[in-house]
């Protein structure tokens, strides 16, 4: 069995978390109306995980499929962007629950090679998996600045598998991801995020002669970090 393998795609989300940092500046401060500070009502943060958001991410991903007798076993690198919406309060769970719904795509360098067998045939293999991405709902409880969720939902993938003197095939593979994690704003506007995810794609085969085949279960164990910017999060009148 032929399984997925990555190598380290570097990422970094350095410009972003520079920006993040210089709004989280400014994250608690009072606010004047233009037009000064002595006629004009102060504002204050809004604390609400309610609203759109974008951002980016980086991580990595791990082999979720390893068999002792495996030479193709994957680790790497992968990164890309995100975009949502939360609901928090309502629905009569009260003020704490938050509820959304989120997309993500990543461009991955996730591919190794080694010696495959099937019973007396031994080739060499490759599997890549370039790009992968998911659908996902959220449902989480927010303390304050802090939220906890879970999240699962639709992944896909774009997978290539060779077989050296056996062919290859190269597909778009469709599954599921399963995962949570914490996300906590820096400012109104800025947060930060770590999160786990398992992916599974289904299965793809390569065929060839004297009747090998060679199969690509694409199990991923993935850890990301990331940075959001919350669309419409910013500073209302004090009262």
């Known amino acids: 069995m032929l399984k997925l393998r990555s190598g380290i795609l570097g990422l970094t989300l350095t410009s972003a978390l520079v920006l993040a940092a210089a709004s989280a500046n400014a994250a608690d401060i009072y606010r004047p109306e233009a037009g000064g500070y002595k006629d ?14 974008i951002g980016a991410n980086g991580g990595y991903g791990w082999n979720a499929n390893h068999n002792s007798g495996d030479t193709v076993d994957p680790s790497g690198g ?9 609901w928090q309060g309502g629905f009569g769970f ?7 719904v989120e997309a993500d795509i990543q461009g991955a360098d996730i591919s190794d090679s080694g010696p495959v067998t099937n ?4 080739a060499q293999g490759t599997s890549t998996l370039n790009y992968f991405g998911t659908v996902r709902g959220r449902i989480g409880y ?14 896909y993938g774009g997978v290539e598998n060779k077989v050296a003197g056996v062919g290859k095939s190269s597909e778009t593979q469709t599954g599921y991801a399963v ?13 930060l995020k770590g999160e786990y995810q398992f992916i599974n794609l289904d299965a793809s085969n390569t ?7 060679s199969s690509d279960s ?11 910017y919350h669309l419409g999060g910013g500073y209302e009148p004090l009262k």
């Open 94 to 100: 009260g003020p704490h629950l938050v509820l959304g």
């Open 78 to 86: 992968f990164g890309g962007g995100q975009i949502g919406y939360n």
């Open 142 to 155: 927010a303390f304050d600045r802090t939220l906890v969720y879970g999240t699962g939902g639709f992944a």
């Open 207 to 213: 065929t060839g002669p004297l009747g090998f085949t």
């Open 218 to 228: 694409s199990e991923l164990h993935t850890v990301r970090v990331g940075v959001n």
């Open 119 to 122: 019973g007396l045939i031994v």
């Open 40 to 53: 004009g009502p102060a504002y204050v943060p809004v604390n609400t995980w309610t609203g759109f958001y």
């Open 179 to 191: 995962g949570g994690g914490i996300e906590y704003k820096i400012s109104p506007a800025w947060s």
